[in-house]
């Protein structure tokens, strides 16, 4: 079956360092999404990439999807406290019954 | 408007017992989803819905019984708790369609199975 890799799975960084996570999947994806989950919290849709080599922005947040659509990544610019939490990317391969979650990368910011 | 409401937010089973977890949202949305999040193993789709009266399995069902009677609502069933089913459940929903539809989660219910 389908499997979405996500590495690293934790990072620590000082704050206003950058940071990246980056999602892999055994399959060619139709689109994917990232999530944000606050510690005890639940995830927080943040945006869906679709096109091949597709790069949206968020303020401080860029997402990348990759040519191959089997690949995509998140980098946050000068990290913020603001910014902790677990951040999961999710792989849609055709139908809402063929969405893998990664494994999730927990970002931990030192102030 | 709530978006999506889980409940309870914590309970403890035995094993062997029989619950519920509840799941409603007031967006209209067509599509309804449990997942189980487990430490190191990401959110794992449990069961889906695509409207009322149409459920489907995910990837880990066993164990677990759903239906959508509504659109509205749509149940998590353990029918027989066991510890491994210890975990935090979280309902999703979205609209169907093309379009930049991500999911709105719950807030989760976080079960013990002892």
């Known amino acids: 079956g389908q499997q979405v890799m996500q590495i690293p799975q934790y990072q620590h960084v000082q704050e206003g360092e950058d940071f990246t996570t980056y999602c892999n999947s055994s399959?060619?994806?139709?689109?994917i999404q990232w999530y944000k989950q606050r510690p005890g919290g639940h995830p927080v849709f943040l945006i869906q990439?679709?096109?091949?080599?597709e790069v949206k922005k968020q303020k401080r947040l860029t997402f990348q999807f990759g040519e191959a659509k089997k690949n995509s990544s998140l980098h946050i610019t000068a990290t913020q406290t603001t910014d902790v939490g677990t951040y999961f990317c999710?792989?849609?391969?055709?139908?809402?019954?063929?969405?893998?979650f990664g494994t999730g990368t927990k970002l931990q910011v030192i102030p | 408007n709530a978006g999506v409401t889980q409940t309870p937010k914590f309970q403890v089973l035995k094993t062997g017992q029989s619950m519920t977890l509840q799941c409603a949202q007031d967006?209209?949305?067509?599509?309804m989803s449990w997942y189980r999040q487990d430490p190191g193993m990401g959110l794992r789709l449990i069961h889906y819905?695509?409207?009322?009266?149409?459920?489907d399995q995910g990837e880990v069902p066993n164990g677990y019984n759903v239906s959508r009677s509504t659109t509205e609502d749509f149940p998590l069933r353990l029918l027989s708790a066991a510890p491994s089913q210890t975990s935090v459940y979280f309902c999703?929903?979205?609209?169907?369609?093309?379009?930049?539809?991500?999911?709105?989660f719950g807030s989760g219910t976080r079960l013990t199975v002892v």
């Open positions: 819905s695509v409207g009322a009266g149409i459920t």
């Open positions: 999703a929903s979205s609209r169907l369609g093309t379009g930049t539809y991500g999911y709105t």
């Open positions: 399959t060619t994806l139709s689109n």
């Open positions: 990439l679709v096109k091949s080599g």
């Open positions: 967006m209209n949305h067509e599509y």
């Open positions: 999710a792989g849609f391969s055709g139908g809402y019954q063929k969405v893998t």
